[in-house]
Nanobody, 121 residues
């Protein structure tokens, strides 16, 4: 069993930066692919970025490539999403997820409660 707690969301102006963190409990964290998803009002929850168990491979959805960076620290059981050059369209609730397969939302067994990111124009 893995419990995930996100932090770091907030309100930022367009062009600004935010750093989201996800703290995980459980001994198996280091074996899991981790991901960040986001859900804007009235829209589906979509993948933002994923990272394999050892950080050796990452994936980014096209709209955030070059602006967001996902990383993990297995010693601290944390995964981070560094977001820069934020745009109003990045506004959403951001969710941390564990134990899935790449960008496939339905494969993730564990989810955090979400953290709100609001980007003002």
């Amino acid at each position: 069993q893995v419990q995930l707690v996100e932090s770091g969301g907030g309100l930022v102006q367009a062009g600004g930066s935010l750093r989201l963190s996800c703290a995980a409990s459980g001994r198996t964290f280091s074996t899991y692919t981790m991901a960040w998803f986001r859900q804007a009002p009235g829209k589906e929850r979509d993948v933002v970025a994923t990272i394999t168990w050892n950080g050796g491979s990452t994936y980014y959805t096209a709209s955030v490539k070059g602006r967001f960076t996902i990383s993990r620290d297995n010693a601290k059981n944390t995964v981070t999403l560094q977001m820069s050059s934020l745009k109003p369209e990045d506004t959403a609730v951001y969710y941390c997820a564990a134990g899935g397969n790449g960008a496939y939302k339905s494969t993730y067994a564990y989810w955090g409660q979400g953290t709100q990111v609001t980007v003002s124009s």
